[in-house]
């Protein structure tokens, strides 16, 4: 590597917006229902626009018009529902699950021609590289991203795979990403033998990784790779952590040479959040508490925790314990306020005692769902997710690599 390339990865340091939103998201109290959209635009985040009418329609007309759409459009629509997603529209939705589960469903249901997903960018992305050609996918709000995808912006990424290929040579690092990234970094994966995992598999991806390559490059979540690192036997002192801000990602050839774990220096606020002092906290309060948290939560964390799995794996922990055990949880507020409305017979609580919904799940409100159902019966597909050929071709390598592995 040169000198004069040296100088040219060097770039400027962005948050990018997600992340600033999300911090001015967080309110005192752990009332969430959905109010008018036009309400709720004054919360200080980016929605998108959306005709008039369905600004000023209350919960009960949104449900009206919900279910009359729904009624007639019948089975040619399918609604995928992440857990995060907020009461008022999850219960639309015909199956619910974590990312694994529904990237599954998606790739599984070849009888709708419309899959409406209620979650996020990458995974209605996701959901369109994996279902068949002739169906169609829809993200009712197009601003729903992940602040963690964004952290790892596909041209910094393409420049750190060139970087890392010129140091260290070709074939000596295998890519693996988080389910929570763009399509353009699956492809890239899929391009160059590697694999998406997401938080219920990772484990099972990293031993197929290092069965096929000695170091993995894992994007974008430091903390899943880190907690997944440890797992799989990989020691701290073998990890590098890439921040795409610094020449080489901060590191010296010699570091990137012995490491066997290269993480990309990308987090989730959310679960960032969550901490050792307030697993403590909760231990003081109930001497029983059983703690399980998510793997995007820090190293600490997760260590402290009792348990720690996928969301999916969460909802089974808390509606499987037996009846009076005390859960506190470590992830998103609407699926911890569910869990404790489906489990009245135990005690589940967040760990955070400041509510802080993951604020772009959040702007699935019931407006945009009732704005692309009612698109649908005017023959219009509203908000599309589109992949090109060439990028779904590799992305879609990478993603059948990882439905292989469990
Ligand atoms: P799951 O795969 O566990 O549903 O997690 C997705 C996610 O974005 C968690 O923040
Ligand atoms: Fe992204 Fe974090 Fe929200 Fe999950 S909780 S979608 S990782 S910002």
Redesign the pocket.
């Known amino acids: 590597m040169n000198a004069a390339k040296l100088e040219l990865t060097t770039k400027k340091p962005t948050l990018p917006i997600t992340e600033i939103e999300h911090s001015g998201f967080c309110k005192s109290s752990d009332e969430l229902p959905a109010k008018p959209l036009m309400e709720e635009l004054k919360v200080n985040v980016r929605w998108q626009k959306i005709p008039v009418e369905y600004l000023h329609l209350s919960a009960e007309e949104l449900d009206r018009r919900i279910g009359a759409a729904r009624k007639k459009l019948g089975k040619k629509v399918i609604i995928l529902g992440?857990?995060?997603q907020r009461e008022e529209v999850i219960e639309y939705a015909d199956i619910q699950?974590?990312?694994?589960l529904?990237s599954k469903e998606a790739a599984s249901r070849p009888e709708a021609d419309f899959i409406i997903f209620c979650g996020?960018h990458f995974m209605a992305e996701t959901a369109r590289i994996l279902c068949a050609p002739q169906q169609r996918v829809i993200l009712p709000n197009m601003t729903a991203g992940?602040s963690?995808a964004d952290m790892a912006p596909s041209d910094d990424v393409a420049d750190a795979w060139d970087d890392l290929e010129e140091v260290l040579g070709k074939g000596e690092v295998l890519p693996v990403t988080y389910?929570?990234s763009t399509a353009a970094i699956k492809a890239l994966c899929g391009r160059n033998g590697g694999i998406v995992c997401?938080?219920?598999n990772a484990p099972g991806v990293f031993e197929w990784a290092y069965k096929r390559a000695g170091r993995i490059l894992f994007l974008p979540d430091q903390h899943l790779g880190r907690n997944t690192g440890l797992k799989s036997g990989v020691k701290l002192d073998e990890m590098a952590v890439w921040n795409p801000f610094k020449p080489l990602g901060g590191n010296t050839p010699e570091q990137l040479k012995k490491s066997k774990l290269i993480l990309w220096r990308g987090h989730?606020s959310?679960?960032t959040r969550f901490t050792v002092k307030q697993i403590e906290s909760a231990r003081q309060r109930y001497p029983d508490v059983k703690v399980v948290v998510?793997p995007?939560c820090t190293m600490e964390t997760v260590q402290a925790a009792d348990m720690h799995?996928?969301?999916?794996?969460?909802r089974k922990a808390i509606n499987n314990a037996p009846s009076g055990s005390v859960w506190a949880v470590g992830?998103?507020i609407s699926l911890v306020n569910r869990l404790a409305k489906q489990n009245p017979d135990k005690v589940v609580f967040c760990l955070d005692p400041i509510v802080c919904p993951?604020s772009t799940m959040y702007r699935i409100h019931p407006a945009y769902v009732a704005w692309v159902l009612d698109g649908l019966l005017e023959g219009q597909v509203v908000n599309e997710i589109k992949v090109d050929e060439e990028t779904k071709k590799h992305a879609q390598v990478a993603l059948e690599r990882m439905l292989q592995v469990r």
Request: a negative charge; glycine letters at 6%; charged letters at 15%.
């Open positions: 992440h857990h995060y699950g974590d990312s694994y529904l996020v992940c963690m389910m929570n997401t938080s219920s989730c959310v679960h998510h995007e799995g996928s969301t999916e794996f969460i992830t998103e993951c």
